[in-house]
């Protein structure tokens, strides 16, 4: 049996109406025409292919559902995380906007040689609890541009290392990853560089809009990969800032319309923004419409072993998304994803060994705490007949295949 996993806090979600069309609102944040052109850079890329779709029947059987997929981010770009796909695709975009040329992917290195003498004169900067940075160095140093990221000053050193192999500089903050996130944005003020971030604020959203493009990406591969003519019922799918989650949400949203999963959002007990955030909405008087939608900031101590999901708050653009889209939010504790990295590695019933971080598994173990919870099983039809997709988002931190 699968150990209870503590505490959760969940809301269900009653804006996420099944019948509702994907609509021009949001197709203004994401869509598939821009999903497409993210789709043919990022697969332009050398190195790219699909990551793997795992089912874990095993897992699937001792739960008593139908069927589980893991898409394992474990492999992606050789970066270890789903990350690469965003981090990568807004350096790009945000370059060429900046030097208004004909740049793409596929022609680097190489390409117009002003074009290239133009980007290599640029700095791309952002916030990071090191992945993100990761990919954004990585983005960098494909372009030929320098990149400078800065990092919460607790930010493990592996994390740091891997920033700077790629050529990175790396600056660190005394404070939380919202704290980098203000301070990125005043340097490139003061200095001219370009903030590629993953997180949207007032007065900043385009690029974050491109890095969520770019994780779309994943969710094509998983479709593509899924049995023919199988969908999944249920998405649990993690979050720090939400722009993964909204990825997810919006594009099966676009691409499936009434078949599309119940999306249930899972963030850490002590970084819970999104779930404030629901919870704010919900007590907004319904006179006030369109309510006040700026999303709320977690009050948690973001202290958490998932520690890439460890955010006080959401991205603007993200949460338009997430609040209409998603059909609950469940906060779990360190112990859950803990325990779930432990028995993935030991692979149960015959399924292939997993091996990821309690950030990557924090999705899986929502569903597992979901399961143990009458009050968000049942109203979400949770049950013997459900197909559930999760997103292992990122790998073990040491067992990442560096081309670097
Ligand atoms: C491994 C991993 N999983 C999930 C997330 C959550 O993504 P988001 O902040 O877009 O919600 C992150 C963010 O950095 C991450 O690195």
Redesign the pocket.
Known sequence: MIPGMGPIRYFLNPRADPGQPYGPELSAILNAKAHELAFQEISSLEGYGPTPLLELGGLARRLGIRSLWYKDESTRLGLG?F?ALGGIYGVFRALRDAVGGDLALRDVPGGDPALREAVAGLTVTCAS????GRAVARGAALLGCRAVIFLPARTPPERMQAIRKLGAEIVTVDGTYDDAVRRAAREARERGWTVVS?TAYPGYEEIPRHIMQGYTVMVREALAELPVGVLPTHVFV????????AAVTAHLWEILGPDRPRVVVVEPQEADCLLESALALESTPALESPPAMEPSASKGSLATSME??A?RNPSTV?WRILREGVHAFLTIPDRAAEETVVFLRRGLGGDPPVHTQP??AAGLAGLLAALHEPGLARPLHLDATSRVLVFG??GPLFRRNDHE
């Open positions: 995380s990350k609890v090191g992945n993100h993953d993690q979050a720090g800032v939400g722009g993964l989650a890439c999901l955010c993200a950030s990557g988002s990122e």
